[in-house]
């Protein structure tokens, strides 16, 4: 069982103390004996312990920055919302494929943002801007979100906010179990919790230090019991020796655990495995152990965006996944939506 994330090393920008969060945040990693570090930005982290790019990486993934978020621009996030509402950036996860290895490069620590007002007040304007129509904000884009909750609690307040908003919707995925501080927040149905799943086979080799699938199915049907909108994204979709087999039990198991009024409301996302030159180089610098099959003559090559063209599965294979999931999420959960597959 992975344990809720505890960081080894802080660093602090020193406007982050001027917000009760901050203040907070470091007063009780002092409590906690962890060596806590001033800089002046993220951007000035250098040195962390490590004699090499493999250990430096796993350390950065356990080191926690305390800072401000200072472009209080969002990101647009399609296909799922209209924006992605930035509270985090970074994850203590080792998922193998994970798309973060790519857009934060050097920078793989984990940074908390504790302006939150600031970025909540950002978040007024967009929904003022599309008011009356409803706007929808995805809190996981860059990170984790739920990994580090249990720390800040910044998800908790945004679940809240958005609550009592008239037109905002929050959304977010994790792969992440530790939901028990969120199960009492005032969500008034506004926000979808979803989590990340896939077969056993595909979260024992490739997503290390996260929630096995029983632990996110059992905090599932904690979040389902406390009236949340539930989801699931399958993601992403790998093919292995003994898929079908694999994806079947797990929706054998989400169908077995979960409450009749979660199956009502239910959403399915399915995206499938996809990989770049760039993020396959960082893989194998990353790691250099991996099973991850990254063949791109195995591939249809398929334009992305910003250019950099990705290698996602052939047309029949993609069928087959459509055709076979589908049929799965019809038997099993005949009255849930699947809203995309890509
Ligand atoms: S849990 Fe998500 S964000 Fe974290 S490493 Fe895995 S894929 Fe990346």
Known sequence: MVKPFVPQLVYVEPKALEYPLGKKLIEKFEGMGIEIRQTTSHNQIRNLPGDNHFQKYRTAKSTLVVGLRKTLKFDTSKPSAEYAIPFATGC??????????????????????????????????????????????????????????????????????????????????????????????????????????????????????????????????????????????????????????????????????????????????????RFTKPAKRVIQENYPMTKLELDESKRKWKWGRYGIGKYVYTNEEQEDIKDTLGSYIHTYFPEAKIEYFT
């Open 92 to 273: 203590m996860g080792h998922c193998h494929y994970c798309y973060l290895q790519t857009t934060m490069g050097s920078k793989p620590y984990i940074r908390t943002y504790v302006n939150v007002e600031e970025i909540f007040e950002a978040a007024e304007e967009y929904m003022k801007e599309r008011a009356p129509e409803p706007t929808r904000f995805e809190a996981s884009c860059t990170s984790d979100i739920v990994g580090i909750d249990h720390l800040t609690h910044t998800l908790k307040r945004a679940i809240e906010y958005f609550g009592k908003s008239e037109y905002g919707q929050l959304r977010f995925v994790t792969k992440f179990a530790h939901v028990d501080h969120l199960l009492d927040a005032k969500h008034n149905g506004k926000t979808r919790f979803r989590f990340s799943v896939n077969d056993e086979y595909i979260i024992k080799y490739f997503e290390p230090g996260t929630s096995r699938l029983n632990e996110r199915i059992e905090a599932a049907v904690k979040i389902a019991e406390a009236g949340y909108p539930l989801g699931f994204i399958v993601a992403p979709i790998y093919l292995h020796e003994g898929w079908q087999e694999g994806y079947k039990e797990m929706f054998e198991k989400l169908e077995a655990a979960l409450p009749s009024n979660a199956k009502k409301d239910l959403t399915f996302e399915l995206i499938q495995h």
